[in-house]
């Protein structure tokens, strides 16, 4: 098994510091080396300034999921027909997610090189809604999609695992008449 780099340790312990105070701010390099044993210029040796950590933080997130989402479609995203990686987006967007995956999203937004960071994922595999000519049924069972993803974090009422999948099923065509 590979050794993990002390990098990919230090943004691992970065997105747990997240999920437990939901707070990008408190993710600094000072808790960061209290979380790994990694001394403070060991962090800044891997990440020069704290707006780097952030980045890397996102190309981190991003890797994963672009990571999971060959996983899901058996192949990278240039080898697949555009319903295949949408079936796999589905696949992915369908699982309810821990709060830090939300917020690393909704974070990208607030600056353009944390937005970089995931471009290349969402271009190659989510559909694009500024296409006037993207058939609209793909389109609509995205963004449906992308609401069942955030639905159980923006909800008091959760769906339950049963309407998850049904929900699922129904969006990739695989409802039992």
Known sequence: MPRTSKKDLALAAALDILGETLSISDITYDSLSKATGITK??????????????????????????????????????????????????RSMAKNDPLVELLMSIHAE??????????????????????????????????????????????????SPANRERITAKLLGEEEN
């Open 41 to 90: 210029s060991g962090l800044i040796y891997h990440f020069p300034d704290r707006h780097s950590m952030l980045v890397e933080l996102h190309h981190y997130c991003a890797g994963r999921w672009e990571k999971e989402l060959e996983s899901l479609a058996g192949d990278s995203a240039d080898n697949l027909t555009p319903e295949q990686r949408y079936r796999a987006s589905m």
């Open 110 to 159: 607030t600056h353009p090189d944390y937005f970089a960071a995931w471009h290349g994922v969402t271009t190659r595999w989510l559909p694009d809604p500024s296409d006037d000519n993207i058939d609209p049924d793909l389109l609509l069972r995205s963004l449906i999609a992308q609401g069942l993803w955030v639905h159980d974090h923006l909800n008091e009422r959760k769906l």
